[in-house]
């Protein structure tokens, strides 16, 4: 590890002007290249105190031992040079986006005497006319099929071309005329590239005057009484047509665009490009890339932008492109653009109308994508065990945490405070475990103190299942008692040995388990298996919570630590430094993957919690009343106000309710009963309660 003031350069030695720059390792190697308006200031910033430094780059400038640079005369130079050197040393520090896989492009051989329709795939060649890329080579060959029968264009190989030359014969396409035949004569060069031309006309999204052409053909025909003609002609249009319709409209004024959408994490970026030609999707790829670098959204667009069109020029430019978010010199890339197309292109962040929510589009494609790429690199064995294997490694554990169990605090502004616990096993998510919790025993937003509930109460109920089991003297080890707090079949409390004065949550609904009901069937139990592994969504003080937790239930086999988001530190218990994993460790995305599920399950489950807050009405007190019977009382009263006047015989007289029901309805309705009439306030007009739907009725109330 080099110390970045042995080879920092001195001061005024470093032009104050546009240029690119170069990092060297010991061996020569080139491991980072950035471009920069001011070389000056921007080389000042990577030789800062260390400490102040984003990881990755930290990383990047103690690894070098050398740095240098080239001058240049505009940004849009240094842009070009930046982009031919990432090409050229492939740095180990730079955003490369890798393709996910080999997209098939639709390609038209204008550089041959006759040229050729075909599919192809990997570099682009010079002198032949690219279309897509597609998501399946069937979908290009389907395309060419239909557009065959209008634009008969040679799709054979040379080797074909020249036998059929030689004897004579064309192949079957040429029999069923569905190519001209230039291998017999029967068209001559210039008429067979006149068919290209218009072949490439069409794909380019110029499929108006084609059809109008053809349409204008058909009624000639039909005029002169050649009816043949004409019913070729109309089947013509038919396949242009469907052709067309393989790619729906999705921009009305017929724009030429392509729209890039990001989606990334702490780890990994994924790109999604859409292709749209005329209107219509022409092709989609994508791309996935490790952050290998402190890079922002806004840099991830400009490496993708400096990938897709750095070998592009022409058309293969469109004339507007559409991203998530503007590169820092954003004049500069679009000038960078300009000058591979030959004409203006115009770089921006759709704000509304069909185009913004067509890049909201791409950017759902982008997650999944992402997402994808992360569920293939979690299902394989090899990578799941090398993963269990570095985090105990990490952590110092006698072995791999075959279980690990993540605990996750959600709440919005301190209300509907809950937590979720999810587990893995053997690096997999297993749901069927999963649990979710909710905090009764204080108000307000504290997270450490929400942690430590939540772990203890998970804990009680592991020592209470194995004292009901008899494989834990719970009462001679005073640990103390029973949980009442999952939700769903989580919750519940054990009766036996709760101790007094635990104020944990008590079960939810119809839904919650008492395990003092359940008979021992041989099962196991809730929570019946401790993980080996406790991890914790936060830093330094959920993690000694979650700790301190453990303590007081006795329990000294279970590890801790915690990953916090900023910087994915992982963080144990009393230990003043976190542990810093590589950036390319299957252990850190493993525990990065589990933090995040438990993130995302506490989020629904409180958004959940909010929803049905927000939407309680007074029926909804009464016990064993659902929402069968709840419309079937609205029904019959007309509204809730009509209902809150009714006798409790009257009530009775509702099919399916017999007294005892009644009473509680009316019970239930007296107590929410309003003080006094709504009153409009404008108008000073007292507002009466309308018949409603039993849904709207129990969010007025």
């Known amino acids: 590890m080099a110390d970045p003031s042995s080879y920092r350069p ?25 471009k920069a308006k001011s070389l000056r200031q921007r080389l000042a910033s990577y030789f800062q105190d260390l400490a102040g430094l984003h990881p990755r780059t930290r990383t ?83 395309t060419v099929d239909l557009l065959l029968r209008v634009f008969p264009v040679r799709t054979c190989s040379a080797g074909v071309f020249r036998n059929a030359a030689r004897t004579g014969r064309p192949c079957l396409l040429g029999y069923i005329g569905k190519c001209s035949a230039p291998c017999v004569g029967r068209v001559t060069p210039e008429e ?59 921009l009305a004024d017929a724009t030429d665009a ?54 592009e020029t022409g058309d293969a430019v469109p004339k507007e492109v559409l991203v998530p978010a503007l590169p820092e010199d954003v004049d500069a890339v679009s000038q960078w653009l300009g000058d591979r197309r030959g004409s203006q292109v115009s770089l921006r962040v759709p704000q509304r109308g069909d185009k913004k929510n067509l890049m909201e589009t791409v950017g759902r494609n982008a997650q999944q994508a992402l997402v994808l790429h992360k569920t293939k ?22 072995s791999a945490p075959l279980r690990i169990e993540c605990f996750d605090i959600s709440h919005l502004q301190g209300q509907d405070v809950v937590a979720s616990m999810v587990v893995f096993e053997d690096g997999l998510p297993r749901k069927s475990e999963y649990r979710r919790f909710q905090i009764r025993t204080f108000e307000g937003q504290d997270d450490v103190r929400s942690m430590h509930e939540v772990v203890s109460r998970r804990f009680r109920r592991y020592l209470a299942e194995k004292e009901q089991t008899g494989e834990w003297d719970l009462a001679a080890d005073d640990a103390g008692g029973g949980d009442g707090g999952g939700d769903g079949a989580a919750t519940g409390a054990h009766a036996s040995t709760a101790p007094p004065g635990d104020t944990a949550a008590a079960p939810d609904g119809p839904t919650a388990l008492d395990d003092t009901a359940v008979p021992d069937d041989g099962r196991p139990k809730k929570f019946a298996y401790p993980p080996q592994l406790v991890v914790v969504d936060g830093g330094r003080p959920q993690v000694a919570a979650a ?38 460790s299957e252990g850190l995305y493993l525990l990065q993957r ?56 009257q009530i009775c007289e509702v099919p399916g309710f017999g007294r005892k029901t009644a009473e509680a309805v009316a019970v239930a309705l007296a107590r929410t009963a309003p003080s006094a009439p709504a009153v409009n306030t404008a108008t000073g007009e007292i507002i009466e309660e309308e018949a409603a739907t039993p849904q709207e009725s129990s969010s007025r109330q």
């Open 547 to 584: 700790r301190r937790a453990l303590d007081e239930l006795g329990i000294d086999d279970v590890a801790v630590c915690g990953l916090a988001k900023r910087l994915e530190e992982v963080w144990l218990p009393d230990e003043e430094d976190p542990v810093v994993l590589p950036r390319s």
């Open 594 to 649: 589990v933090r995040d599920t438990a993130h995302d399950f506490a989020i629904r489950y409180q958004r959940s919690k909010r929803h049905k807050r927000i939407r309680t009405g007074p029926l909804d007190a009464v016990p064993g009343l659902g929402d069968a019977r709840k419309q079937a009382l609205i029904k019959h009263f007309g509204s809730v106000k009509r209902l809150r006047q009714a006798t409790v015989d």
């Open 192 to 250: 067979h590239r006149e068919l290209a031309d218009e072949f490439c006309d069409f794909m380019a999204g110029r499929t108006g005057t084609y059809i109008r052409r053809l349409e204008k053909d058909m009624a000639i025909a039909a005029e002169d009484m050649e009816y043949e003609r004409a019913a070729r002609l109309r089947d013509d249009i038919g396949a242009l047509k469907r052709a067309m319709e393989k790619s729906a409209v999705v």
């Open 60 to 142: 990047m400038v103690t690894t070098a031992a050398s740095v240098e640079w080239t001058v240049v005369s505009t940004e849009v130079e240094a842009l070009q040079l930046e982009y031919s050197w990432i090409k050229e040393y492939d740095p180990r520090f730079n955003v490369k986006y890798r393709d996910d896989k080999s997209y098939p492009y639709l390609a038209v051989t204008l550089n041959e005497e006759f040229p050729r329709v075909q599919v192809m795939r990997g570099q682009k060649k010079k002198g032949v006319r690219y279309f897509g890329p597609y998501s399946h080579a069937w979908a290009i060959r389907d």
């Open 258 to 311: 392509d729209l890039i959408a990001v989606a990334e994490d702490e780890l990994e970026a994924a790109v999604q490009i859409f292709h749209v030609r005329g209107g219509r999707v022409r092709g989609q790829r994508g791309w996935v890339t490790d952050k290998v670098e402190a890079v922002d959204t806004a840099g991830l667009v400009e490496h993708a932008l400096q990938q897709l069109y750095g070998e």
């Open 377 to 398: 690199r979690a299902s394989d064995l090899t990578t799941r065990s090398r993963a269990l294997e570095e985090i105990a490694e990490a952590l110092g554990l006698e």
């Open 10 to 34: 001195k001061p005024g030695q470093i032009p104050d002007s546009p240029g690119v720059y170069r990092f060297r390792d010991e061996h020569r190697r080139v491991i980072y290249v950035g």
